[in-house]
């Protein structure tokens, strides 16, 4: 039987510059934070990043370790744009692949299910289709002949989620409204699959904590590496252990104002190790 | 009591949503939000209508539920999906910029997409609601550099593009209606060219023209948008909006 927790550190060991590495969370919203942290304090660089995007994609940015960014929108939710990711994009800095957030599901669907494309009638007529060079149309083979857009496999080297409680060997829950497309991300890479969580629980417990069944939505299959770390998604919200830390993400937002606030934010919050960072945020 | 500009706004976007039965009214926006739930309240009972989150609520109150919610269903995000392609969703969407025949952009401003002048919100899901669902826009700020004879990039698909590009698209594209602070337009024209259909109390036909950076089909005759009633109002101010964010998105 498998123990599969690791540190942060020993997830980034096991990823390479160049990879292309999907995000679970959505916007601001139950980010696997620490994980993006220790990314940003590696020497990765030139990564893909696959997110339904907030500050994972705004941090990685801002480090400028991201060659390329697939997504259809990064949000901070009560902060509509992320700004680091705005500069990144406004300097050309970025490569951008745009997606509709739907299409965007089947193409981590079409990964997971190990078929090149899933069909749909989302991109025809906008300019997802001049701008993202990537989907192509397919014809209907039945009677109705119709073309259809094909939503390519979106591919994982490797899959980055946080949940709110898991077990030493993968199993995994949320608990609150939602679990976004955690299970895709986690389905879309063949390997590399790592997990970090508020709580890691003994198996026998994790029905107890989840409250339902309906919400044991993740499981050791599908997990390569368990990182315990409560407060692993500050500063985004992941109710109910916590919620959004507002006033740090408004503090986050803000130092993209000039590179010498960026030095700063970065300075006190990204280049530390991660007990030093939840010790500094438990004491604020 | 005598209706604000926000609220006149307001009952212009419960309009969009009659007749619509039982699907999603997804109006996103302080107004729209506010309009769905008073085209709910009063004359279109069946919509369904969300949280802002992950469930379907029956609620009147537009943002908050001090007293808890009335929850009908769960509707996780990737439920919307289910909802939208199977076309029981009519939309409301913001646009940076909207052109004569409907295609909008948020993505990015700018003539270089790979540098752009203004990063905005990305496609969103713009081009599957479009192509799937009934979809109106609401514009708070109604200018020429919103309404602008041809878009940056191409988020929401409009008439012609559709029509060019082939019958998959143009199957259930649906565009209704565009509401702003000034007026209410439409595409209910041969040419599918956007259209002046009605101008709130107080606005004339050469401000709403002078305030869109194209041509607009005015017909001879321009209504004037309706007013809420006495009920509608009660139910704006005391029930969907007590705390009046209306009047935060369109100042009187």
Known sequence: MSDKRLSEDEVVAELRSGMTIGIGGWGSRRKPMSLVRAIARSGLRDLTLVSYGGPDVGVLCATGQVKRVVYAFVSLDTIALDPHFRSARQSGSVEDEPWDEGLFLLGLQAAAWRVPFLPSRVGLGSDLMRLNPRLTTVRSPFADGEELVAAPALELDAALCHLDRADARGNACFLGPDLYFDDLFLRAAATRRFISTEKVVATEDLLGEAGTEQRLRIHRAMVDGVVERPGGAHFTDCRPDYERDEAFQKEYAAAAASAEAWASFRTDWVDLAEDDYQARVAAR | ?252
């Open chain 2, 1 to 252: 009591m005598t209706a604000t500009r926000a609220e006149v706004c307001v009952t212009a976007i419960a309009e969009c949503f009659r007749g619509d039965g039982e699907i999603l009214a997804n109006p996103i926006g302080t107004i729209p939000m506010i309009g769905g739930r008073l085209a709910r309240a009063s004359f279109e009972p069946d919509l369904l209508m969300t949280d802002g989150e992950a469930c379907l609520i029956s609620d009147h109150a537009a943002f908050a539920w001090p007293g808890g919610k009335v929850v009908e269903a769960y509707n996780p995000y990737r439920s919307m999906f289910d909802l939208v392609w199977s076309g029981r969703r009519h939309v409301i969407m913001g646009a940076s910029q909207i052109d004569p025949f409907g295609n909008q952009n948020f993505a990015a401003i700018g003539p270089d997409y790979a540098r752009p002048k203004a990063q905005l919100l990305g496609f969103r899901g713009a081009p599957g609601n479009t192509v799937n669902d009934a979809t109106s826009y609401w514009v708070p700020n109604h200018s020429p550099r919103v309404f602008v004879e041809s878009v940056d990039v191409v988020t929401g698909v409009g008439w012609d593009r559709a029509a060019a590009a082939g019958p998959a698209a143009t199957r259930y594209l649906d565009l209704r209606r565009v509401v702003t602070n000034l007026a209410v337009l439409d595409w209910e024209t041969p040419g599918r060219r956007l259209r002046l259909r009605s101008c709130h109390p107080g606005v004339t036909v050469a401000e709403v023209q002078a305030a869109t950076g194209f041509e607009l089909v005015v017909p001879d005759q321009v209504p004037q948008s309706r007013l809420p009633t006495p009920e509608e109002l009660e139910l704006i101010r005391a029930v969907i909006d007590p705390e009046g964010l209306r009047e935060k998105e369109v100042p009187a």
